[in-house]
């Protein structure tokens, strides 16, 4: 589709940069995949100057004002609370949006915040059943004429809670493999094994030494602590062992202060442990050099606290890049990732000596990691932003009632 007949989308999301907020990341992929495929987006972040209520109010007002001056076919908004800074604020939207406009709301995260969180839950059932309010995204949930979700644990949630009509549109890689991206004839950039060879190289490895890489934005649900516990076990049977934790610690989810002290509490854990010497923090990295550290690993970990599931963009990263990855059991233990076959599940979460068996299991096994790196990259293919472009565009045309190819 070209000029007039492109879908016009307006986009709220929240106010970090890309390097700062992984929902913003989400947005800046989605916002290109959707262009390639003929929706027209203009992305809005809805920014408050500090977190008072009457700055959320204002700047909600504001967002609400611009997207009436843009004239669209159709507002989606990108939501996750740590995105407003669990303002609730945001989901007053709607009420300044236009009625004639369909509504749609991606939910990032959901299930577990409530605003105002003192509110009693059966109160919140009869609010949410009626389609009324909802606790986690106030009017945007209810309003909206159709609800899109990334993964299985947010739409039972979403339908349970609101019976809100919903469409799963699973995350894609939030780093895609620069290499394969560029295709076959590209001769100015280094394939994907030089860019690792090159970082191996900065981070001064001896030749075969084993790299571990925890790649994404550094929190403490993420389980950082318990793999820096783990080295020394792992250090034992491999003395050249180094782990390079690639990601930033201020985000939306974790400010400046709070961040700068994890990063301490951390650097301080790598001492204690008597790992210094194995350990760098790169900081934030952009895709290109996120993508270096990427092929640089012989091993992913991401021993994510709550454990690890599809919704998780660096998990998608890491296996479209052919990296075996090892992750912690999610708390369900039903997700489709661990029957898979393409990552080794950790059983037990929030446990160093669990982390070094299975990490120490996958660096010994040659023939283990092709396989995981193989059925990795397998089940990746599946999430890719061409896909996940064409599902968003297929519910717009939906919802306007287009059915223009």
Same mark, same amino acid.
């Not at 070094?356 to 996958?362: K, L, N, P």
């Given at each position: ?43 809005? =972040?809805?920014?408050? +100057? ?12 504001? !967002? ?28 007053? #939207? &709607?009420?300044? @949006? ?7 709301? $991606? ?14 839950? &059966?109160?919140?059932?009869? /609010? ?35 019976? !809100?009509?919903?469409? *799963? ?11 394969? +991206? ?15 060879? *090159? ?5 001064? #490895? =001896?030749?075969?030494? =084993? ?8 929190? =403490? ?14 250090? *034992?049977?491999? &003395? ?19 961040? *700068? +002290? ?6 301080? /854990? ?26 640089? +690993? ?16 660096? /998990? ?37 000596? !669990? ?34 472009? $064409? ?7 939906? #919802? @306007? ?5």
């Amino acid at each position: 589709m070209v000029g007039d007949d492109r879908i016009r989308v307006a986009m709220p999301h929240g106010p970090a940069p890309v390097d700062r907020d992984g929902v913003s990341d989400y947005v800046a992929h989605l916002v290109r995949a959707l262009d390639d495929v003929g929706v027209a987006v203009t992305p809005g =972040p809805l920014r408050s +100057a500090d977190r008072s209520p009457l700055r959320w109010l204002t700047a909600t007002a504001r !967002a609400a004002e611009r997207v009436r001056r843009l004239g669209v076919d159709l507002v989606h908004v990108q939501f996750a609370p740590s995105a407003y800074r669990f303002s609730g604020l945001p989901g007053l #939207l &709607p009420f300044r @949006l236009p009625r004639t406009v369909p509504l749609v709301t $991606t939910v990032h995260e959901y299930g577990s915040w409530a605003a105002p969180g003192w509110l009693p839950g &059966p109160l919140w059932s009869l /609010l949410e059943r009626a389609r009324l309010w909802d606790r986690e995204t106030g009017r945007l949930v209810p309003a909206s004429a159709a609800v899109v979700v990334t993964n299985e644990g947010h739409d039972v949630a979403v339908r349970a809670r609101t019976g !809100a009509p919903t469409v *799963r549109v699973p995350l894609a890689p939030n780093v895609t493999d620069r290499t394969c +991206a560029a295709g076959p004839n590209v001769t100015d950039r280094p394939d994907g094994s030089t860019a690792g060879r *090159r970082l191996r190289a900065e981070l001064g #490895l =001896p030749v075969g030494a =084993p790299l571990l890489v925890f790649f994404g934005f550094v929190h =403490p649900v993420k389980g950082i602590r318990h793999l820096i516990g783990a080295l020394p076990a792992l250090r *034992r049977e491999h &003395p050249d062992l180094r782990l390079l934790v690639a990601g930033g610690f201020t985000s939306q989810a974790l400010p400046e202060a709070e961040a *700068r +002290a994890f990063r301490d509490e951390l650097t301080a /854990l790598t001492h204690r442990q008597g790992v210094a010497d194995a350990v760098t923090f790169t900081g934030y990295l952009p895709p290109e050099r996120a993508s270096a550290a990427l092929h640089a +690993a012989d091993v992913v970990v991401l021993p994510f606290t709550a454990g690890v599931t599809l919704k998780s963009g660096a /998990l998608l990263a890491a296996l479209a890049h052919g990296r075996p990855t090892v992750v912690t059991a999610s708390e369900d233990g039903g997700d489709q990732l661990h029957r898979s076959g393409a990552v080794a599940v950790v059983p037990r979460r929030r446990d160093s000596d !669990a982390l070094a068996d299975t990490v120490g299991r996958v660096l010994a096994d040659p023939v283990l990691r092709r396989r995981l790196a193989e059925r990795g990259r397998t089940l990746a293919a599946g999430y890719a932003w061409p896909r996940v472009a $064409t599902a968003h565009r297929d519910l717009y045309r939906r #919802l @306007l009632g287009r059915h223009d190819g």
